[in-house]
């Protein structure tokens, strides 16, 4: 039974979603996840290629659908997408309660496009499409990068009634965009007589990279004035995300198509694993609570906040103009927002193409042992 005492206890009833950013046959299997459903707060699910990647080295639980796969002559590809698509279509079935229960809003599982599309707009359409037909359940998320090229497959998704977590986001810049682009899909389904009340989107913001790379340039400048801004950077550019959200959302515009029906596109703090051994292991979930987000987290970082957390309320909201200090001091000290956030989608979109082939590898290896090579 669900505790309602635990610091994710208080971070759900402070209005966070907790998502577990992990997914495998065996979770699934095992009766794992439905236990962090029940015990942790758990209600919803990331995926990326290196989630997969890492779940097919370990155990043999895919070995009968990949010895299938491999007598029936699928492609690498072809054994991906029905491999991937397996996992999340259980995980949506395990999540459907949550789904129902909450009107849509959690209970979600999402399922990426591949990385060599990040710029390609119509191929992005065309895989989103079919990665949610395959799928073939109302709570799957189809993840998109916020690429420019991205912006307008968000749209043209959204228009068709599918539920997008726009993935990759790094600036507040582009956070407007990713907005705008999820409003224009929404205005253009309306008009076509879909249900609005169906569409529903997560934007995903991340943290501690933002942290890695300025920490690693603040070091470089070593004055103690640069080294008190380390593990700043990403928690300021996060609340600002959020205060976008706001703005975004209390515009004409935006009301205007909820009392259509249309929803809110929550704030989704992404990357929020501490990767500095110096910072506390619950520090980009502590101080990013407020209302209407979600936080997507490896299970350490959950388990470490169960077990320590300490949950003191919405940490977010009035916090915008000491977050806009620390952007300007380091402005002030010559390190670029721009740059900085231009270098990490860039290599966000390296990142996960490099975990991509190594999905493909990791399949590819599966088949030729099933097929006896």
Known sequence: MTDNTSPLA???????????????????????????IDDRHVVGVTTNPTIFANALAQGDAYD????????????????????????????????????????GLNGRVSIEVEPALAHDTEGTI?????????VGR???????PATVEGLGAITELTAIGISVNVTLIFSLERHREVVNAY?????????????LAGIRSVASFFVSRVDTEVDKRLAAIGTPEAMALKGKAGIANARLAYQVFEQAFASERAK???SAGANLQRPLWASTGVKDPAFKDTLYVEELVAPDVVNTMPEKTMEAVFDHGVIRGDTVTGSYAD?????????????????VTDLLEKEGVDKFTVSWNELLDTVSAALDSARGK
């Open 126 to 134: 065309a895989q989103g499409r079919m990665l949610w037909d395959t």
């Open 183 to 195: 409003l224009s899909g929404l205005e253009k389904a309306k008009a076509a007589g879909i249900d």
């Open 138 to 144: 109302p709570n799957v998320m189809i993840k998109i």
């Open 323 to 339: 977050a806009n200090a620390v952007l300007d001091e380091l402005a002030g000290l010559g390190i670029s927002y721009d740059d």
């Open 64 to 103: 009968a659908q990949v010895a299938t796969l491999a007598a029936a002559g699928s492609s690498v590809s072809e054994a991906v997408v029905d491999i991937t698509t397996h996992d999340v279509a259980r995980g949506c079935d395990l999540f459907r309660p949550l789904f129902d229960s909450t009107n």
């Open 10 to 36: 208080e971070l759900s009833a402070a209005g966070v979603s907790v998502w577990l950013d992990d997914l495998s046959r065996e979770r699934i299997t095992s009766g794992g996840l439905q236990d962090l």
């Open 256 to 258: 205007g198509l909820i």
